[in-house]
């Protein structure tokens, strides 16, 4: 590249960097609410939230990047039309590819990157943020459970508990346990506390009384004791071990699904989509910059600004992205439609170049007239 397209280039990758730290804060503080919460009202500890925190930047940063590159090229070729320096540089006899190739350039790396994070960062940070957030889920005392309120512990399962202290004592607790509808279970107690071991977590409460009603002989039985144990192992799903969503799952796996899930086609077609989707959808960072550079390389110089250029750059980057998301959801329910996903980047990229390259003269640069201001 020139000192020009260096220049150009430098401004785009501060652009960049700008937009995605905007984005990504943006993105960050909305996803981070429900983590805030667990710190603020479940006294999660402070390391743990910033941890979850952190987890939660790959899972977005691979559609943030291109997105965040299609804004910093729509602001810098236009305020740099507004200043007239690109105008300065098309009458010098720079053409429209070789101002956009500093774009162009750009664009491939963010697709190198989104390659990286689609094929082996976002797999692994997905799988830890499941992980860390089962793993803070099994200890519901410390956690999940509000004082003052019933808290739905699991399907059909209630914890209430009038005061925590500090030494992690429930007091006035009232355990609901309504999983089997016929002979629901209410356990009352002075005080309880949560217990953690190999075999589980469980409640154990203290001073109270056990009473189970059988619905078909309206039958009350209560047993009245000084300790008892509540397994909170049942909780969780008795169909065996949680099979992971594809999201979680490594690229390797998603080339050569487990032998488990033979004959699961539903699973199947998900880890098809999700593989196809990762390797397409960095595809999408070229494309949206071709789309951008064509709304604002191509065509007279208007001294009036390219507003209605720019808009039209942002809606037509909008519908593409409505549209590959859309896809990818129809392509997990029928992989018939996966090449889809490769296509629409390929019809974006084609007739960008062209209305990119149509005033291109056979020399390199613009044909005449292409380039000089017009009359407004």
């Given at each position: ?14 652009a ?23 710190v603020?009202?479940?006294g999660?500890?402070m390391?743990?939230f ?7 930047v790959?899972?977005f940063?691979?559609i943030?990047l ?10 810098t070729?236009?305020?740099?039309s507004s200043?007239s ?5 098309r ?15 750009l664009?491939?790396g963010?697709?190198?990157?989104v390659?990286?994070l ?9 799988q ?10 099994s ?8 004082e003052?309120?019933f ?8 914890v ?6 500090s030494?992690?004592?429930m007091?006035n607790?009232v ?18 506390v949560?217990?953690t ?29 000084e ?15 949680r099979?992971p ?5 490594s ?6 699904p ?7 086609d539903k699973?199947?077609?998900?880890l ?8 397409s ?12 550079l064509?709304?604002l390389?191509?065509g ?14 942002v809606l ?6 409505s ?9 997990a ?10 296509v ?10 062209w209305v ?21």
């Amino acid at each position: 590249m020139n000192r020009l397209q260096r220049y150009l280039f430098r401004n785009l990758l501060i652009a960049t960097l700008y937009s995605t730290a905007g984005l990504t804060l943006t993105i960050w503080l909305s996803q981070s609410l429900r983590l805030i919460e667990m710190v603020v009202e479940a006294g999660a500890p402070m390391r743990m939230f910033l941890w979850l925190l952190v987890l939660t930047v790959p899972t977005f940063l691979g559609i943030v990047l291109p997105l965040a590159l299609v804004g910093a090229i729509l602001f810098t070729y236009n305020r740099l039309s507004s200043d007239s320096e690109l105008n300065v540089m098309r009458a010098a006899g720079i053409g429209p590819f070789a101002l956009a190739q500093p774009a162009l350039v750009l664009a491939f790396g963010v697709m190198v990157i989104v390659y990286v994070l689609n094929l082996w960062i976002t797999p692994a940070a997905h799988q830890e943020l499941v992980r860390m957030e089962y793993a803070v889920r099994s200890d519901y005392s410390q956690l999940f459970l509000r004082e003052g309120v019933f808290n739905e512990v699991g399907d059909r399962f209630n914890v209430f508990l009038r005061e925590r202290d500090s030494d992690g004592n429930m007091h006035n607790v009232v355990i609901h346990d309504g999983r089997m509808p016929e002979k629901p279970v209410t356990i009352i107690g002075e005080r309880a506390v949560m217990l953690t071991g190999s075999d589980g977590a469980r409640f154990v409460v203290f001073n109270g009384n056990r009473q189970e009603l059988d619905r078909k002989t309206n039958r009350l039985s209560q047993l009245f004791f000084e300790r008892y144990a509540v397994d909170l192992k049942v909780l969780t799903s008795s169909g065996g071990e949680r099979w992971p969503d594809a999201r979680e799952r490594s690229t390797d796996e998603l080339l050569n699904p487990p032998p488990q899930l033979a004959g699961n086609d539903k699973v199947l077609r998900d880890l098809t989509a999700e593989l196809h989707h990762r390797l397409s959808s960095p595809l999408l960072a070229l494309a949206y910059t071709m789309v951008s550079l064509a709304a604002l390389l191509s065509g007279e110089f208007n001294r009036r600004g390219q507003t209605r250029r720019v808009t039209a750059a942002v809606l037509t980057v909008m519908a593409i992205q409505s549209a590959v998301l859309g896809l990818s959801s129809l392509a997990a329910k029928a992989n018939v439609l996966v090449p889809l996903l490769y296509v629409l980047p390929v019809l974006v990229l084609l007739p960008a170049a062209w209305v990119l390259g149509r005033n291109l003269g056979r020399d390199g640069r613009p044909a005449p007239g292409a380039g000089a201001p017009a009359a407004r």
